[in-house]
């Protein structure tokens, strides 16, 4: 389905052309990339959110579950009122969302798309996708709202004012579109991971399916299985493990238990 949209790499060397020559901004003249990335052990892997998978009318359950979610976690989590703080700090752990994980690092996402050992037989694949080039499909009001704050992507605190809902978000008009936003730093993993997430202005869109009707919006790199040990081994010299993006003693283990591992 994205085969006009795939660069498939052969070697490291082809990887890193694949993921950084794009990075060039001639209006600063300095590499500032544009794109933001996904990693998925699997090329065959949508972008589906976790909120479409627990089955039908998953749409009408969204509210209930971010409302449950801030009666019961109100006590523990300083959040702010914000229901973009809330659904952040849900997506953060782990609650079905209409939120997508991003994250500004071309590495990070290698290490998520070889980070399981289980998975070394299939072809990974790292999405790419123009967050800046995004912002031209988004309303008027919403586009403001960027400028004025001098930005590329959303926080909480930009998008409250001007869309305060899910209702909000999708009344400024009728056709989707995907927006990115930055979550508070909720703890060391959001700022090690240069995380962020993308959501769409309606919970039945499916962002790989919107995409399609963009196409020059993304590419996918596709990492054949015959070298996901070499780029797993890379990232481990790099110092891009569990035991960084997950800091504390879980991220130490797993780490551990991966590089102790062999198959």
């Not at 952040?88 to 996402?109: C, E, F, I, K, N």
Request: with cysteine; hydrophobic share 40%; glycine share 4%.
């Amino acid at each position: 389905m994205h085969k006009g949209n795939d660069v498939v790499v052969n070697s490291w060397a082809e990887l890193q052309n694949a993921l950084f020559d794009h990075s060039w901004d001639d209006k600063i003249e300095r590499f500032r990339s544009s794109f933001v990335y996904r990693g998925t052990h699997n090329n065959d892997f949508n972008l589906k959110t976790s909120i479409m998978r627990i089955g039908s009318k998953y749409e009408q359950l969204e509210p209930h579950l971010l409302r449950n979610f801030r009666k019961y976690a109100h006590t523990s989590a300083a959040s702010g009122n914000s229901v973009w703080n809330w659904l952040a700090l849900a997506q953060h752990h782990g609650l079905p969302t209409r939120m997508l994980d991003w994250t500004y690092s071309p590495y990070v996402a290698l290490h998520f798309a070889t980070e399981d050992l289980s998975t070394f037989e299939q072809d990974g694949c790292v999405w790419c996708v123009n967050y800046v080039k995004s912002r031209d499909f988004l309303p008027s009001p919403l586009m403001k709202a960027l400028e004025e704050e001098g930005s590329n992507v959303f926080t909480p605190e930009v998008l409250e004012p001007v869309a305060p809902s899910f209702n909000a978000l999708k009344s400024f008009q009728e056709e989707e579109f995907v927006m990115f936003l930055e979550p508070p730093s909720l703890d060391a993993r959001i700022v090690h991971q240069y995380a962020l997430f993308s959501m769409m202005s309606d919970v039945r869109t499916e962002l790989s399916q919107w995409l399609l009707k963009h196409p020059d919006l993304y590419f996918r790199v596709i990492i054949p299985a015959k070298l996901k040990w070499e780029i797993r081994d890379k990232l481990d010299q790099a110092n891009i493990t569990e035991r960084v993006l997950f800091p504390g003693l879980s991220g130490l283990s797993q780490w551990l238990k991966r590089h102790y591992t062999h198959t």
